[in-house]
């Protein structure tokens, strides 16, 4: 009998095996690919090297649109998947997309895309799609800000969406004041490992916090978990008035614009804005690993590229059935 019952589990296996190797032939068509548009005889420009001069060209004259761009595709990414649903702009048809929540406050870079899809629209019109434009942008963005530790290639064919709802954005980006079970939970719900979310925070060693979004940390008086010093520098940068949402500062006050694992040190240090920052040490597991990434540059570095294009397949539309490609990045097609 036993052995009878290993011959049929035997020919169950076969059978399932059979089926798994059918199942990617009927999905590859769908599956993202570094170099997509080389391959498309629509476009007499290359594609990534147009928007990756786009964006060089604005981070010459800014390199906290940089930062934007990260984080755009942070946000597109975990709300809906790498659809482009962020860059929706309110309409007749959607007066509350994502950007209307207020966890897309701040947001920059969007002149960026606007561009790139401007350029490449002239070149070979209906190719390529915003979703995709953003994922080489925040690749180039992250590129330019590491000065090339962080280089890593994009694999596209992203659809853009037709959809973009402010309370999915609400529901799934983590707020500021996150604990590290929130945090853990909200990165789990894509698939991501604590590791994953200690790599991926240390983007905020780039970029700027608009002053509410830690007010609770510096007034009345410098929280306990903060650095004393940092706390009355960032009591002097910002206004008295917490309801003031005027004045940004920077998240790492030693380099500013440079993509590093600076980061993890001022996490150490108690020099960081956020709770959700703050977090990452208060817990044993997630404590050693930012002072493992404080302590290794490079091999932080490569973890944070294998997060990022991790992040960039996040429930992609593919193929040609699924989605569109956007004539302008802000508006569906059908407005
Ligand atoms: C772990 C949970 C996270 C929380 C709670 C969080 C929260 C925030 C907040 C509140 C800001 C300030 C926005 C403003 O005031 O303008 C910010 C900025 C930023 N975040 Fe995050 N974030 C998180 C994770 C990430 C991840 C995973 C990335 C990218 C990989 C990222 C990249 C950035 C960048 C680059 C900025 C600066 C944006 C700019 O200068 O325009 N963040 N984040
Ligand atoms: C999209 O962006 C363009 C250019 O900035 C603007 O003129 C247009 O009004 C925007 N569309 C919507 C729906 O906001
Ligand atoms: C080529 O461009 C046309 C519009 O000019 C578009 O309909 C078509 O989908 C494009 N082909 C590819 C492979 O992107
Ligand atoms: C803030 O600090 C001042 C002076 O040290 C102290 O008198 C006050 O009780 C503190 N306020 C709070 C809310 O902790
Ligand atoms: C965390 O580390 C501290 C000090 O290194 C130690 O005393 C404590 O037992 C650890 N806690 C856990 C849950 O491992």
């Known amino acids: ?19 798994h190797a059918l199942l990617p032939t009927a999905t590859a068509a769908a599956a993202l690919q570094e170099g997509f548009y080389k391959s498309s005889t629509n476009c007499t420009v290359d594609v990534e090297a147009t928007v990756a001069s786009v964006v060089q060209q604005y981070i010459s004259a800014d390199r906290g649109v940089g930062a934007g761009l990260i984080r755009l595709h942070f946000h597109d990414c975990f709300v809906k998947g790498c659809d482009g649903s962020v860059l929706l702009d309110p309409s007749p048809a959607n007066p509350d997309p994502e950007k209307a929540s207020p966890s897309n406050g ?3 870079g969007l002149d960026v895309i606007q561009e790139a899809k401007r350029r490449l629209e002239s070149a070979c019109p209906g190719t390529v799609s915003c979703a995709d434009i953003l994922a080489f942008a925040a690749r180039d963005a992250s590129n330019v800000l590491s000065a090339g ?4 290639g994009v694999p596209s064919g992203r659809r853009d969406g037709l959809a973009s709802a402010a ?8 707020p500021p004041s996150a604990q590290l079970d929130r945090l853990t939970d909200l990165f789990a719900a894509k698939g991501f490992t604590q590791d994953e979310l200690v790599t ?20 009345p008086n410098v929280s306990a978990t903060m650095d004393a010093e940092y706390g009355a520098r960032l009591q002097r940068q910002c206004p008295a008035d917490a309801a003031d949402d005027t004045v ?16 993890y040190g001022n996490v150490l240090a108690g020099k960081v804005l956020f709770d959700s920052d703050w ?36 429930d992609v539309l593919t193929g040609d059935m699924q989605g569109e490609v956007r004539r302008f990045c802000n508006v569906t097609n059908s407005g």
């Open 279 to 314: 977090a990452l040490v208060s817990d044993n597991a997630t404590r050693q690993m930012v002072a493992d990434n404080a302590a290794d540059q490079a091999r932080w570095a490569a973890k944070f590229i294998d997060a990022m294009r991790k992040m960039g397949a996040l």
């Open 149 to 152: 530790a962080v280089d890593y």
């Open 248 to 263: 940004a500062v920077d998240q790492d006050q030693a380099t500013p614009a440079d993509l590093d694992n600076q980061y």
């Open 106 to 108: 701040g947001l920059r």
């Open 200 to 219: 991926l925070s240390g983007a905020h060693s780039v970029g700027r916090a608009h002053c509410a979004s830690f007010a609770r940390r510096i007034r």
């Open 1 to 19: 009998m036993a052995r009878c019952g290993a011959v049929m589990s035997l020919r169950f296996l076969v059978v399932v095996v059979a089926l």
């Open 167 to 174: 309370s999915d954005a609400s529901q799934v980006l983590p």
